[in-house]
């Protein structure tokens, strides 16, 4: 069980839920975005998970603290999720992370520089994006991923990739080493000790939260002015 409690702070932030397009699919979305923040984290969750997940939205409050904007929005409609080959369908959800990425451009008060944080099978999802060669995400951090699956195109990857596995989550641990040899950008491999594939053990999801911060904010470039 989630037992960590959302981070209150005083830092004033405008959050608003949207509605997003991939095509044909109208896909739901919650964005939050500082005072004068200067870049923005889009969160792909993984399977059977949702824009409502407790784990994200965590991380995300503890982004929004520290001065980041996150999106966290809903990779299937209800209709696809349905069907479940879509929830390990990585080039799908990568396209329709691209295309989230691609309107995100053209909203107004947007921080123009960006990152990703992925979870399990939406980790393979950012990293399949990341390598497309428009893509203008600056650094990745994966929680419990699988970026094995993204297969070939983890070598095309040029952004600053952050993979943190759980200790006691021995298979992905493996699998997350493998991918690590496939990574050609700065990467480097965190193991929160103690913790399970959902980070489900006390204080390990703020490891997670507080890591991914650091890496946030150390690889997101100086701050800029929205568009």
Do not use: K
């Given at each position: 069980m989630?037992?960590?409690?959302?981070?209150?702070?005083?830092?004033?932030?405008?959050?608003?839920?949207?509605?997003?397009?991939?095509?044909?699919?109208?896909l739901a979305g919650t964005l939050t975005v500082p005072d004068n923040a200067h870049a923005l984290v889009v969160f792909t969750h993984g399977s059977g998970s949702s824009?409502?997940?407790?784990?994200?939205?965590?991380?995300?409050?503890?982004l929004n603290a520290a001065g980041l904007g996150t999106l966290l929005f809903d990779?299937?409609?209800?209709?696809?999720?349905?069907?479940?080959?879509?929830?390990?369908?990585?080039?799908?959800?990568?396209?329709r992370l691209l295309d989230v990425t691609s309107e995100l451009r053209t909203m107004p008060g947007i921080p123009r520089l960006l990152g990703y944080f992925g979870a399990s099978t939406g980790a393979a999802?950012?990293?399949?994006?990341?390598?497309?060669?428009?893509?203008?995400?600056?650094?990745?951090?994966?929680?419990?991923?699988?970026?094995?699956?993204?297969?070939?195109?983890l070598a095309q990857v040029r952004a600053a990739t952050l993979l943190i596995v759980g200790g006691l989550d021995h298979t992905v641990i493996e699998l997350n080493r493998a991918a690590q040899s496939e990574l050609r950008c700065e990467n480097q491999l965190r193991i929160v000790p103690g913790a399970t594939h959902l980070f489900e053990e006390p204080g390990t999801l703020d490891a997670v939260a507080h890591l991914a911060s650091s890496w946030f904010t150390d690889h997101l470039g100086p701050a800029a002015p929205p568009t």
């Amino acid at each position: 069980m989630l037992v960590q409690n959302l981070p209150s702070g005083d830092r004033r932030q405008r959050e608003r839920d949207l509605t997003l397009s991939s095509g044909r699919a109208r896909l739901a979305g919650t964005l939050t975005v500082p005072d004068n923040a200067h870049a923005l984290v889009v969160f792909t969750h993984g399977s059977g998970s949702s824009r409502h997940s407790p784990r994200g939205r965590y991380v995300a409050a503890i982004l929004n603290a520290a001065g980041l904007g996150t999106l966290l929005f809903d990779l299937l409609t209800p209709e696809e999720e349905r069907q479940r080959s879509n929830v390990f369908d990585i080039g799908l959800l990568a396209g329709r992370l691209l295309d989230v990425t691609s309107e995100l451009r053209t909203m107004p008060g947007i921080p123009r520089l960006l990152g990703y944080f992925g979870a399990s099978t939406g980790a393979a999802a950012a990293l399949h994006a990341a390598a497309d060669p428009a893509a203008p995400v600056a650094a990745i951090v994966s929680r419990g991923g699988r970026p094995d699956l993204a297969g070939p195109r983890l070598a095309q990857v040029r952004a600053a990739t952050l993979l943190i596995v759980g200790g006691l989550d021995h298979t992905v641990i493996e699998l997350n080493r493998a991918a690590q040899s496939e990574l050609r950008c700065e990467n480097q491999l965190r193991i929160v000790p103690g913790a399970t594939h959902l980070f489900e053990e006390p204080g390990t999801l703020d490891a997670v939260a507080h890591l991914a911060s650091s890496w946030f904010t150390d690889h997101l470039g100086p701050a800029a002015p929205p568009t």
